[in-house]
């Protein structure tokens, strides 16, 4: 099981927000965070807990281990505001986290 | 970077069948493990199953067993999903993506097809 918190967020350009995922069982870090717009696939955004993919701007971060995980984008950028999800990678099933809509205030 | 394209959606009656197909390009497709993740409308993500680069091995979603069947074509560069017994809560946006080599996440999507089951 996959918790993330808050469910719904809402923040200004500019901001610094974060986004918990709590594990109910020990994962390491086989966690990796995505990004879905309206309309869209969605975007691998870090893997392996902290490791920031490929063309991902550095304003987002990833942390933690074990069960207690973060995301944070600092300096939110209009582009930003989407939803976004973690996924544990860790055992089968793969289960994500419920999303966290992020929109502007 | 690599692409892939589902296609095979539509509306189909509950207690039906369908086949959704996946197809990639741009990447050494017969090297990585693929998965089915799909999103019910204005739903979160949902994983459906994964099979292994050389298809020997297959994982599902517990309450999907029996009825899905997720299965690839290397030499066509293809993944499929079988979907037997439809009912109304698999109508869902279904996804497919490629496993990063090194952590499993999924780094390319395809775009999605849609799936309606309804009388």
């Known amino acids: 099981q996959l918790t993330q918190s808050p469910s719904f967020l809402s923040a200004s350009v500019g901001d610094k927000v974060t986004i918990a995922c709590r594990a109910s069982q020990g994962i390491t870090t086989f966690l990796a965070w995505y990004q879905q717009r309206p309309g869209e696939a969605p975007k691998l955004l870090i893997h392996s807990a902290s490791i920031l993919q490929s063309g991902v701007p550095s304003r987002f971060n990833g942390s933690g281990s074990g069960t207690e995980f973060t995301l944070t984008i600092t300096g939110l950028q209009p582009e930003d505001f989407a939803t976004y999800y973690c996924q544990q990678l860790n055992s089968y099933p793969l289960i994500f986290g419920g999303g966290t809509k992020l929109d502007i205030k | 970077q690599g692409q892939l394209v589902e296609s095979g959606g539509g509306v189909v009656q509950p207690g039906g069948s369908l086949t959704l197909s996946c197809e990639g390009s741009?990447?050494?497709?017969?090297?990585?493990?693929i998965h089915w993740v799909r999103q019910p409308p204005g739903k979160g993500l949902e994983w459906v199953a994964v099979?292994?680069?050389?298809?020997?091995?297959?994982f599902y979603e517990d309450s999907l067993k029996g009825r899905f069947t997720i299965s690839r074509d290397n030499s066509r560069n293809t993944l499929y999903l079988q979907m037997d017994s439809l009912r109304s809560e698999d109508t869902a946006v279904y996804y497919c993506?490629?496993?990063?080599?090194?952590?499993?996440?999924?780094?390319?999507w395809g775009q999605g097809t849609m799936v309606t089951v309804s009388s």
């Open positions: 993506a490629k496993g990063d080599s090194s952590s499993d996440a999924y780094d390319i």
């Open positions: 099979i292994s680069y050389d298809g020997k091995y297959k």
């Open positions: 741009g990447f050494i497709f017969r090297g990585y493990g």
